[in-house]
């Protein structure tokens, strides 16, 4: 990889983690997904599969788009 190159993800990574940490420092949940399951930390630092009540309403529409394309198929 480039100099520029690598300059240029550093950067990216860094802003990355400070977002991260910003976020938990208002109190809001950061979301990972590996595998196609997702993952929050919540900001006591805890990981879990269960769904914050903030993010419920996200998870309803993204379900129900699911099954609204499944159906077409």
Known sequence: MSE???K???VGKK???DAQKESLKKGIAN???KNKQLYFQLPDGTIT???PKEYRWAIEIVDADTV???SRK
């Open 4 to 6: 520029i190159a690598n």
């Open 8 to 10: 240029i993800l550093k």
């Open 15 to 17: 802003s990355v983690r």
């Open 31 to 33: 979301v990972y997904s």
């Open 49 to 51: 599969q269960s769904v």
């Open 68 to 70: 609204s394309e499944r």
